[in-house]
């Protein structure tokens, strides 16, 4: 049995036992079970530590004071009368600690205290006709009876305002159940010692009936200590939707309560004073009044509120404030409708998916709205007449046309300047589509825009560039590139392989061979890497399509490798080098075709490790780092034709470095060719492996040879060949060299 529940029936059976020793309520037994059950609260409070710590103390501290009155009655008889009234200490500790929960579970507010103020005005009126009028109509009782009971009423009456407060706040579950039991036990007790007081009845019942009641407060508060779900009632909160206060009926029922009270009593007992007898709760009703009008102009006030605020989100995004895209349409359609040229932007993150990605969605809000404050200054000066976030990363601005060049400009440098997010910084770029005309409605205008956003994607991002009727060629064609790309790879047809020969200038022998891949539309035209990888990237198949080429190029391979002794150069996306999963792909890969890590040479390009965060580009170099471990080597393709090149040389673990075909074409001219010297001399110091790209005149060999520049590849050894090509190729060079 669990422990609360173990100690709420032991505690039961031992009221029992104590109200059959001590029918009148008093003695040691009843003061036994009272210590015993403060003892295990405690000990429920020290081992649960429940949240807020000052609110269960309090309680606790209420019911020791209840227990200390007990103990000086019970042990000292004649005990002062200051003493024996400790017990009244029980209702500002109760109150205090329903006050903290009551505020844990939702925060006071100006409404809420108003609610709390009509809940106990209503109170009142009932208080005073059944507990007030009559006590203070005895003549058998003395003065600070009286007094007593008149500041007990007053205390009853805030605390079940506050205890009302917990149960309309508190979420459901025993220990909540437990708790709020404790304090209604309380208070059901001093109103029971009232009535009966009222009713005439002698001590022995009241002090049965107080002891009965001061012993179920005890225990019940002790039972909800011992429970393991104390430490939620105070942080788990009644779902609700908006805190709507007391209901208007409720506020009817309270406002009327009192005066039908006073009319009943009047009919019933006619004798009575009446005009004195209706004084109070006359005060007391106008003062309920005043409460409700203040309480309901306050309700209007918020509702009004809500109102605006609701109107507000609905035409406006929630994270950054600009207005969304129903309000953009609506603005925009405003404008189309007037007659005349609009001007538009749309503007779209570049990189912010892998900002997102990486760090979570918190750092992606907080670099949202880091942009979005940007563009609000920089809008703000080129007279824009409405800035939106469309959604995602996406945002557009509609302004004068003859404005849209200059905020586009400024947009460009603006948004590309560094972010501090999660306290880290982080490089985006933003591109931007331009439009300038009279469309025939919102749907052409943002299309028009789009379009010239992927012109300015393609283009290489970090740029705008303004919608032309030949923008609109060109997306066709990339839409039709896409859709053949999605189903050349779920037919598997379309896709093939070439290898370009890697050269060693002295000897002519091909030492290794770099994997392209070849794509053939579905109408024969064949369509250059340079166009469908881009395409692929951004639809998403370059994944599926490196691991194809990776697969295809090491089965191809592994016969080349086992005959010459050559090695296949495969070249790697930047998403690919972004997987988790890569490495673990690379060894797969390498064990069921049977090449050997050896004969394997991985190519990224400079150009996506530029576009990487600090923390991107470490998380590559470890993978990197795993794969050498098992002798695949690692190649810089493009090396200079990025901004830190040699900060890549110096983190990333590489052996080859590939000197980009612009070095090699105009090598045979002298500072170029002094350029060249200096960058095959920093990969030697580096000890990296130097290969010339792009190689296509003799002339360049030459140089080559003089600068010993060993390999090199390029159209004038040979051109991408088909694996049957270049076995022929292969088996042809073999036996020159060895002629």
Known sequence: MRIWLWFLVSAVVASAVAAAVSPDGDGLPNLVVLLVSIAAAVAGLRRHRPEPAAAWWLLVAGVSVSAASTAVTTLVPGAPQAFQSGYMFCYPLTGAGLWLIARRLRPWTSTRLMDAVIVMLGIAQLTWVLVLYPLLHRSDLDRMTTIGITTLAVCQMLLVALLLRVVFAVGPGTAALLTVGSATAMVLTDVSYNAILIAGHGSAVRSFATSAGWLTWTFLLAAALLHPEVGTVANRSRVIGEDRGTPIAGFIALALLGPCVVVVDLILRPGTDSWQHAL????????????????????????????????????????????????????????????????????DLDGFKDVNDTLGHPAGD??????????RRTAGSSRASLLARLGG??????????????????????????????????????????????????????????????????AGRNRAVRYHPGLREAHVAHTVL????????????????????????????????????????????????????PVAEEIGLIGHLGAWVLEQACTDAKAWHEEYGISVTVNVSGRQLRNPQFADEVLAALKRTGLPGAALVLEI?????????????AEVSRRLARLRAFGIRIAIDDFGTGYS?????????????????????????????????????????????????????????????????????????????????????LSERAATVAA
């Open 605 to 617: 390009t400079e150009t996506v490790l530029v576009t990487a965060s600090i923390e991107q580009t």
């Open 482 to 533: 896409a859709d053949r790309l999605r189903a050349a790879v779920e037919a598997g047809t379309g896709f093939a392989m070439h290898y370009q020969p890697v050269v060693d200038v002295h000897t002519n022998r091909i030492t290794a061979v770099e994997a392209l891949l070849r794509f053939t539309a579905p109408d024969g035209t064949s369509v250059s890497p340079a166009v469908f990888v």
């Open 366 to 375: 907080e670099l949202l709205l880091t942009a979005s404050e940007r563009l």
């Open 645 to 729: 090149s040699l900060a890549y040389l110096r983190t990333l673990p590489l052996d080859v470095l590939k000197i980009d075909r612009a070095f090699v074409s105009r090598i045979e001219e002298r500072q170029d060719k002094a350029l060249f010297r200096a960058v095959v001399e920093l990969a030697r110091s580096m000890y990296l492996q130097p290969v010339a790209e792009g190689v296509e005149t003799t002339g360049q060999a030459g140089v080559l040879r003089e600068l010993d520049c060993g390999l090199a590849q390029g159209f004038l050894f040979a051109r991408p060949l088909p694996a049957p090509s270049l076995a022929a190729l």
């Open 393 to 458: 990363d996406e945002f557009a601005v509609i302004c004068p046309p003859d404005a849209l060049d200059e905020l586009s400009a400024a947009l460009v440098v603006q948004l590309a300047r560094p972010y501090r997010v999660a306290g880290r910084e982080q490089r985006i770029s933003a591109s931007i589509g331009v439009y300038a005309g009279t469309p025939a409605s919102t749907g052409e205008a943002l299309q028009s825009a789009d379009i010239a956003l992927y012109a300015a994607k393609e």
């Open 280 to 347: 109070v709760p006359t005060i007391i009703t106008a003062a309920l009044m005043v409460a409700m009008v203040l309480r309901l102009g306050r309700a209007l006030r918020d509702r009004v509120r809500l109102q605006q605020e609701l109107a507000f989100r609905a035409q406006h995004d929630v994270l950054t404030g600009l207005a969304n895209r129903e309000l953009f349409r609506s603005s925009l359609q405003d404008d189309i409708d007037a007659g005349g040229e609009v001007g538009l932007l749309i503007i």
